[in-house]
């Protein structure tokens, strides 16, 4: 039977990644799918634009992976941002850089990516089996051997599991990989979801799906304590509120709700005027527009169809002149619009979300090769370790790294059959 030097299951960027670095270094190298073909997961990622990766610094990109994040210091300097823009534009791709320093293809079409990706692993012989789903892996003395569903035994010196996360389980990210590793003896940490919507207690936001509250500031309340985010567009929806902000800090969120139950988001509608500051223009505004009515004043603060709900919550009549305006009324709507807020009660579940949170644990893998510390000769990449970056092309970069790294140490002390 054939003995490959590598087995790298999971075919999307860092799985592909592991198999091209394995293959480079002249290892006999299998790639296994579940699906009909490569990078399924890939297709989807940035709206199918593909944000590949960031022009981050190496700081930024390991704060962008919080408290755990220096776990993949070695990981981005052996195959840093740079070091990927470089492979992809030495195979002919072109790229760009985009706001916040977000990179996408110039052809703003993920399959760009993954062709790149198919050329690569050809051109290196990288031996492809698709829908192959694994249902078990064992070491026997030095060998492990890989059996499918289907009963398709593969056998090899080195092991990559590359198979992502729980999300976009359409996509053939089903969890597997978290199995066959459990089975093996590693913990995995509680999966929580990355990048997603969340719930608001408030039934009129509700009632403005598809409104967007343009460049506002945001804060979180809770134990006592409040916690700023960065401005940025707020989407109200059918069930609660999304954004680049709100994906983007979600992760934290679900964390905080885990610990402190219901939190309070504050949305600040002008984040460019103190309090003060709004007090001083509202007595302004009030004695030079006393006639026109609050609604109507509103409407240069507010999208027209969030002022008569908003009002509403602080008891305040829309149609009221602003000379009829009470003090503590307007001292009210100062505060509120300087810090409205909602009872974030939830989110969407796991399975909605852009990011699996949560997998193998760190502990239990070595940060310099990406090897296992419980069965030797057994490697993992991407998604399937424990933890998320935030948006912005961190994550792919997180696993194009550790798939290089993995295939790289995985050759290192390569055995031949």
């Not at 343009?214 to 700023?228: Q, T």
């Amino acid at each position: 039977m054939k003995i490959y030097d590598i087995a790298v299951i999971g075919a999307g960027p860092a799985g592909c990644m592991a198999a091209i670095q394995g293959a480079q270094m002249g290892n006999k190298v299998i790639l296994l799918e579940r699906n009909e073909k490569i990078g399924h997961k890939l297709l989807l990622t940035g709206n199918g634009r593909c944000n590949l990766t960031n022009t981050a610094s190496l700081k930024v990109f390991l704060e962008k992976f919080g408290k755990k994040g220096a776990f993949y210091r070695d990981a981005f300097t052996k195959f840093s941002n740079q070091d990927l823009l470089d492979f992809f534009k030495s195979n002919g791709l072109e790229l760009k850089v985009e706001e916040e320093g977000r990179v996408f293809p110039v052809t703003e079409n993920a399959k760009s990516v993954v062709d790149v990706l198919e050329k690569v692993l050809d051109e290196y012989r990288v031996k492809i089996l698709y829908n192959y789903r694994i249902k078990q892996l064992q070491k026997i003395s030095k060998v492990f051997k890989l059996s499918s569903a289907a009963h398709e035994l593969i056998t090899a010196h080195k092991v990559i599991i590359a198979t992502g996360g729980v999300t976009y389980k359409f996509t053939g990210s089903t969890g597997d990989g978290l199995d066959i590793a459990k089975l093996l003896g590693h913990h995995i940490t509680e999966l929580k979801p990355g990048g997603v919507p969340l719930r608001v207690r408030e039934e009129w936001v509700h009632q403005l799906k598809g409104v967007t509250l343009e460049n506002v500031g945001l804060s979180m309340g809770y134990g006592g304590k409040k916690l700023a985010f960065p401005q940025g567009n707020l989407l109200l929806t059918h069930f609660g509120v999304s954004g680049p902000v709100i994906l983007d800090m979600s992760h934290m969120i679900v964390e905080l709700m885990d610990k402190h139950g219901d939190l309070k988001l504050y949305i600040d509608f002008l984040p460019e005027i103190k309090q003060d500051g709004l007090g001083g223009q509202l007595m302004e505004d009030f004695q030079n527009n006393s006639k026109k009515s609050l609604k109507t004043y509103l409407k240069n603060y507010l999208p027209n169809s969030t002022i008569d709900p908003i009002l509403k919550t602080i008891s305040v009549d829309p149609h009221k002149k602003l000379n009829q305006i009470t003090k503590k009324e307007r001292l009210h709507l100062q505060e509120t619009l300087k810090a409205l807020p909602l009872t974030i009660n939830g989110h969407l579940p796991l399975n909605k979300a852009l990011v699996t949170c949560g997998g193998v644990t760190k502990k239990e893998i070595n940060p310099q090769t990406m090897e296992s510390k419980l069965v030797d000769g057994l490697y993992f990449a991407g998604e399937i370790i424990a933890g998320c970056g935030r948006r912005g092309g961190y994550n792919l970069q997180q696993a194009f790294s550790t798939g290089y790294v993995a295939g790289s140490r995985a050759s290192t002390l390569k055995n031949r059959s």
